[in-house]
């Protein structure tokens, strides 16, 4: 049995998408939402989602959806995914479980994302590991709720980004078979003003900040590198780094 845990804030446009795949791909879908006030609640139970309505952060809606879930397997999906044809998998061989992404939507944000993951996800193999651009989004159950209880309690609290790595740290503790890919498993909407994603980025630059000092810092350097991409990947990627980092940078250092 698969559950889906979507947190969500206010994410009316692109919720029913997401809850109406995860209905037609998952025996259980709950949505964690952090008191909208759109009609995020309202859609997600119209199309047949759990909804659960918990204050904290991205992480503890993770968690709090994971306690209420009854399936084997747990994928955390974002509100701005929907699942693909080629998932679930014809057979569920690993515990851990990465999810290939296709970028979706139009616009400068659109270009951007696709290129990086199109080149990222070709090297899906290297990338696998913490320090590539693939992190699992499908767990089993037991293993999940292990490496949550690991994670510090005012990590918990505060961190609304890369808690996905966060969570993988703490599972390759616990778990040390191999991870499966499922490529092309979900599409990943990427349609934001231009202006919006610099901010997000920004965000992320700050939620980083927390994990200084520390031993989910080494992360955050980690996650610079696209193992075994050649030159010529990496000058493709010089400027969809440069549009994430420097407004990383900013929330990070200042």
Sequence with gaps: MISVVIPTLNSERTIRTAVKSAMEKAEEVIVVDSFSTDKTVEIAEKEGAKVLQVKGSMLIAR??????????????????????????????????????????????????????????????????????????????????????????????????????????????????????????????????????????????GRNAKLLRGTEYEKIIYQRKMRPGLTAREKIKLIIPTLVKGIPFAIGYYL
Excluded: C
């Design 63 to 204: 968690i709090e959806g994971t306690k209420i879930a009854k399936g084997d397997y747990i994928v955390n999906l974002d509100s701005d995914m929907y699942f693909s044809d080629n998932f679930p998998p014809r057979e569920l061989k690993s515990k851990v479980i990465a999810l290939g992404e296709i970028t979706v939507g139009k616009g400068i944000v659109y270009e951007i994302m696709k290129l990086d993951r199109e080149i990222t996800h070709n090297k899906w193999r290297e990338n696998l590991s913490l320090g590539g651009g693939i992190i699992p989004r499908m767990y089993d159950r037991q293993i999940l709720i292990k490496a949550y209880e690991n994670i510090p309690s005012w990590i918990k609290d505060k961190l609304n980004a890369f808690e996905d790595s966060v969570i993988y740290y703490e599972v390759l503790k616990i778990y040390k078979g191999e991870v499966q890919f499922i490529p092309n498993a979900v599409y990943h909407i990427e349609d934001d003003p231009f202006l919006s994603f610099i901010r997000k980025w920004y965000r992320y």
